[in-house]
C-alpha cells in the first residue's frame, strides 16, 4: 500500500511539473520528422479471374484467336498519405486489358478504375527489436471504387455472344478492391514497390457472361517506383516503427540499470557513469570515475611524478615539468631557456641582470614547494624545485633567501599559522641537509591561511614560496 502511495505521489508530482512547464518537447516520432506523401506509378498483368478465365484448365470447345486469355497489360497511378506510421489513406486509377476463356466461350474487354483505400502498415505490426533503419515495409489496403468496363463474349466458333455494355460498349458499377504491396527503400526520395491487387465487382458478367449469381474479380500483379515528397534528409513514415523504439528504449534502460548498479572497478562510480571503468584499487577519482589530475597536465595523479606542476606546462611522460636550463622556470614559459646554471631569474626565466626590472637580486624568481593536506612533509615530487632553488643559491653566494609558509583555509587560524611555519622550517630543513646550503642564508617565516595564491585551488595554496631576501 505504501509503494502504491509513492507511485500516485510520483505521478501528481510529474503531471503538475508537466502542467507547469510551457516548453514543447518534441520526440523521435514527431510527425514532422518525416515524409507522408507519395506518388506511385506501376506497370503490369492483369488476370481475369471471374466464368471467362485467363487460364482455363478444362476441357474446352473454344477455338479462340491469338492473344485470347493469359496476363494482359495493366497499368496503375496512385497517391498516398499516411497520417501515422500505422494508418494511411490510397487514392488509385488504371487501366487494364482482360480477356479470357470457358467451356464454350471467350472474351476480351478492359476496364478504367479508380477507388479510394485505407493502408495498413503491417510491418508495425510485428516487433523485429532494435531497427531503426528498416529498408521495407509490407501494407495493406482495402477500400471503394467505380470502374467503366467493356468486355465483348463470343462463342467456341467466334460469333459474337453479347456486350457488356449494350449499344456503347461500357458498363459502369461499383468495385471493392484488396491489395498488398511490399515497398523496399532505395532511398529516401524513392522506393520500389512490388504488389497485388485484388479488384471484386459487384455483378456476375464484368466478362460479358453470367453464370448464377457469383461475382467476377481481376487480379493485379505489378511493379513500380513511388516518389516520396520532402527534405531528402526525411525518411518516408511507413518506415518508422514507433513500437519497435519503444523495445529498443526498453533494452536500452535495462542495460542502463545493469551499468547503474554495477561498479566494475570499484572506485565509487557507478558503471554507467564512469568514464575510466579500469581504475586501480585506492586511486582517487572524479565524479565521473575518471582518475584525478589536479594539475591538469594529463597525467593522473596517481601516475604523476609531480602533481604540482603549473597550469599549461609541458611535463613529460611522469608528469613531471620539463626545464631544459634547470632555472625553476618551465620550458612553456621560459623566455631565456638557456639561462647558465645558477643564474637568478625572474618568472620569465630571464636573468634577472638583464631583466628591466633592475639588476642585483630584486625580481628574482625561484619556485615554490607544494605540499600535501595537513602535511609538512617535502615529497619526491619537489626535490627538482629544491634543486633549482638551491642551484641559484650555490652559483649566487650574496643571495640569501626567505621561505614563507602558507596553508589552505581549512582548521583554526592559529593552528594554520603553525603548520605554515613548520612547511617552512621543513624546507630550510632539505636545503641546509640535502643540498648543503649553510642555514644563516636561510629565514623562515608564516602567513598561514593568509594571501591564498589561487582561489579554490588548495592544492596551491598549501606551498612555501622562496623569495630572494632584500
Request: charged share 20%; net charge negative; glycine share 12%.
Amino acid at each position: 500500500m505504501k509503494r502504491l502511495g509513492l507511485l500516485f505521489g510520483l505521478l501528481v508530482f510529474t503531471y503538475g511539473a508537466n502542467a507547469q512547464d510551457d516548453e514543447v518537447r518534441l520526440s523521435e516520432a514527431y510527425h514532422k520528422n518525416f515524409k507522408h506523401w507519395s506518388l506511385g506509378l506501376n506497370v503490369g498483368a492483369t488476370a481475369s479471374l471471374g466464368d471467362a478465365a485467363s487460364y482455363f484448365f478444362g476441357d474446352s470447345d473454344v477455338n479462340a484467336p491469338s492473344g485470347i486469355g493469359g496476363f494482359e497489360i495493366g497499368l496503375r497511378g496512385n497517391l498516398n498519405y499516411w497520417f501515422s506510421p500505422m494508418l494511411g489513406l490510397t487514392g488509385s486509377a488504371g487501366y487494364h486489358s482482360t480477356s479470357g476463356t470457358d467451356f464454350d466461350y471467350y472474351y476480351e474487354g478492359n476496364y478504367i478504375d479508380a477507388d479510394l483505400s485505407l493502408n495498413f502498415n503491417l510491418s508495425n505490426i510485428f516487433l523485429y527489436g532494435k531497427d531503426y533503419e528498416r529498408n521495407h515495409a509490407l501494407l495493406f489496403s482495402i477500400g471503394l471504387g467505380a470502374t467503366s468496363m467493356d468486355a465483348q463474349g463470343f462463342d467456341g466458333a467466334g460469333n459474337p455472344r453479347g456486350d457488356l455494355g449494350g449499344a456503347d460498349g461500357r458498363s459502369f458499377t461499383t468495385v471493392v478492391p484488396m491489395q498488398l504491396t511490399y515497398k523496399y527503400r532505395l532511398n529516401n526520395t524513392w522506393d520500389l514497390d512490388v504488389l497485388y491487387k485484388h479488384t471484386l465487382a459487384n455483378y456476375d458478367i464484368a466478362d460479358s457472361r453470367e453464370i448464377g449469381v457469383t461475382a467476377d474479380f481481376f487480379g493485379y500483379f505489378g511493379v513500380g517506383l513511388a516518389y516520396n515528397f520532402g527534405d531528402d534528409e526525411k525518411s518516408s513514415i511507413v518506415y518508422y516503427s514507433p513500437f519497435e523504439g519503444v523495445f529498443a528504449d526498453i533494452a536500452d534502460i535495462k542495460k542502463d540499470y545493469v551499468k547503474l548498479v554495477s561498479d566494475d572497478d570499484g572506485d565509487g562510480v557507478s558503471n554507467f557513469y564512469d568514464q575510466d571503468n579500469s581504475t586501480p584499487a585506492d586511486v582517487n577519482v572524479g565524479p565521473n570515475g575518471a582518475p584525478l589530475d589536479v594539475d591538469g597536465d594529463g597525467i593522473p595523479d596517481y601516475l604523476d611524478a609531480d602533481p604540482f606542476t603549473a597550469k599549461g606546462a609541458k611535463v613529460d611522460d611522469q608528469g613531471r615539468m620539463i626545464d631544459s636550463d634547470g632555472d625553476g622556470v618551465g620550458d612553456h614559459m621560459d623566455a631565456e631557456p638557456n639561462t647558465p646554471a645558477g643564474a637568478l631569474v625572474n618568472f620569465k626565466g630571464i636573468s634577472v641582470a638583464s631583466a628591466t626590472s633592475g639588476g642585483g637580486g630584486v625580481g628574482a624568481y625561484l619556485p615554490s614547494v607544494f605540499f600535501s593536506f595537513n602535511s609538512a612533509t617535502v615529497t619526491e615530487a619537489n626535490y627538482l624545485r629544491l634543486a633549482a632553488v638551491a642551484n641559484t643559491l650555490k652559483a649566487n653566494p650574496d643571495v640569501n633567501v626567505v621561505l614563507t609558509g602558507y596553508t589552505d583555509g581549512s582548521g583554526p587560524e592559529e593552528y594554520n599559522r603553525k603548520l605554515g611555519q613548520r612547511r617552512a622550517d621543513e624546507v630550510k630543513q632539505e636545503l641546509v641537509q640535502v643540498f648543503g646550503i649553510d642555514a644563516s642564508r636561510i629565514q623562515t617565516t608564516s602567513e598561514g591561511e593568509n594571501n591564498p595564491l589561487a582561489n579554490g585551488r588548495n592544492n596551491i595554496n598549501r606551498r612555501v614560496d622562496v623569495s630572494v631576501a632584500k
